[in-house]
């Protein structure tokens, strides 16, 4: 990790890896059974012949819980309809900031943005990702299948959700992720004219390190993917092979060209209406690693890709094994601080936010300019100033636990794969009901900020995380 500067050979992750310990190797009745209890234990109003039943066979256990969970969904049918098939989704979203969607949390918070980890691995080694000594994988059939990703995106576009994002683990590394784009597009396209915010939908967006995104980037975007994140956290040779363990700095550049060219031909603009471009690098800043560097990217932004990519800067996040500690942190108002006083003269000026927006944005212009540039550049201020008053998003990871936040720790992620196969492979009809229950019960265990931790040293003493790369960011 970073704070003993990573002196460990790259044999270290080539080591066999055990299977997760998060994940279980059976989806049998008693376990889906628990899945189930356990998310509805929020609500604590279980009728007394269903909890005596609880004790009984795991399979009456389960029917028990089914049997509850569409007898309180048809009580709710009266103040709410909605249609819904597999191959073809017609979304009747009336209110979808009313308690009652099972997308909206206690706080009032309506999550419209879903981000499903497609991969636990990656073709890098970020130290600020990963643990030293690599990370434990699950076996790929208790990864999501195409199928089931499909299953879940249905689910949550039916009830408001109207942008998506894949993530990993790196998501270019799965095969079939183009036909997947496309059918998420598809997904959300379906709904755009019965949300409240038509302007938002249809948004299918990527983050990546980069290193093979060149060939794959034009078959993406004509499926229908609609912007990219590109992870870089160095500009030099050097420091890149220190931080990712790997080569190919050149690639991930090229990848950033590449994908601005791409998204020019297909829409004229790389940028949007509102001004954001569809290209952003997002760089995660640490104190005598990389933040002498800030400068520098704010200069590549503008010159290098003439304006055509928006630059973001990440605050360091505590994970588990990341090495998290105070004395490597750059807080927002520091790096404020280091573009402003810089040898480049570079004068910032803040400019708007979206409503749900988890980047502050400013422009650039060099003093004696009264021109700003069009690049804009953000500032992911998780740590010293947290947005989680406003969050509207959920996590799907790649083993099918939904996250409903990022540092929230592992005994609060439900297993939404469980469900499904269980249900599909007794060929029983309750499973969408199974899985809308579930799904509200655990967004409504959503803590107020960050996980329920105070400041970011209780996150990372905690230690109830996953690394990063098994949540998919």
């Not at 890098?124 to 690599?134: A, F, K, N, S």
């Not at 997904?187 to 038509?198: A, G, R, T, V």
């Not at 540039?373 to 099918?400: P, Q, V, W, Y």
């Not at 509200?440 to 107020?448: G, H, Y």
Request: hydrophobic share 35%.
């Amino acid at each position: 990790m970073f704070v003993n500067r990573m002196h460990f050979t790259a044999t270290t992750f080539h080591r066999p890896l055990s299977r997760s310990p998060t994940v279980s190797s059976r989806c049998t009745p008693h376990r889906v059974a628990n899945q189930l209890s356990s998310a509805l234990a929020v609500d604590n109003d279980y009728p007394n012949e269903v909890n005596e039943r609880f004790n009984a066979k795991p399979m009456l256990r389960l029917n028990a819980l089914r049997e509850r969970l569409r007898q309180e969904d048809m009580t709710r049918a009266t103040s709410r309809t909605s249609y819904y098939n597999t191959s073809l989704i017609t979304s009747t979203i009336n209110s979808t900031n009313s308690m009652d969607n099972i997308l909206t949390d206690t706080h009032g918070r309506h999550h419209n943005y879903l981000r499903i980890s497609l991969s636990e691995r990656c073709n890098l080694r970020c130290q600020y990702c990963m643990p030293p000594e690599g990370v434990p994988l699950s076996p790929s059939s208790h990864l999501l299948t195409n199928n089931e990703i499909i299953q879940l995106t249905n689910l949550f576009v039916k009830n408001g959700v109207n942008k998506i994002r894949l993530t990993g683990g790196e998501p270019l590394l799965r095969k079939d992720i183009v036909p997947l784009v496309q059918s998420i597009s598809d997904s959300l396209q379906m709904s755009k004219y019965d949300s409240p915010d038509n302007g938002s939908n249809g948004l299918v967006g990527i983050t990546t390190n980069g290193i093979s995104l060149s060939r794959h980037v034009k078959d993406l975007v004509d499926a229908g993917l609609t912007g990219i994140n590109i992870s870089l956290d160095t500009l030099r040779e050097d420091r890149f092979v220190e931080i990712t363990r790997r080569k190919g700095l050149h690639k991930v550049m090229r990848s950033i060209q590449d994908s601005v060219d791409v998204f020019k031909d297909k829409y004229g603009d790389v940028r949007v209406e509102g001004g954001g471009s569809r290209v952003k690098i997002n760089c995660v800043v640490m104190k005598n690693f990389n933040d002498d560097e800030i400068i520098d990217f704010v200069h590549m932004a503008n010159q290098t890709f003439k304006g055509d990519v928006d630059m973001r800067f990440i605050e360091w996040m505590p994970f588990n094994d990341n090495g998290w500690n105070r004395s490597r942190f750059v807080s927002y108002n520091d790096m404020i601080a280091k573009i402003s006083h810089g040898e480049r003269n570079f004068q910032l000026v803040r400019i708007g936010d979206g409503p749900n927006d988890t980047t502050k944005w400013w422009r650039v212009q060099q003093e004696g300019s009264v021109a700003e540039t069009k690049s804009r550049i953000g500032f992911i201020t998780s740590m010293s100033e947290h947005f989680c008053a406003s969050c509207n998003r959920l996590r799907i990871t790649a083993d099918g636990k939904i996250k409903v936040c990022l540092f929230g720790s592992n005994e609060k992620e439900i297993s939404l794969r469980d469900i499904m196969r269980q249900s599909n492979a007794e060929r029983l009809d309750g499973n969408e009901d199974d899985l809308s229950r579930v799904i509200r019960a655990a967004v409504r265990k959503k803590a107020f900020s960050l996980g329920g931790h105070d400041n970011p040293d209780s996150i990372a003493l905690a230690a109830n995380n996953r690394p990063m790369t098994l949540i998919g960011g």
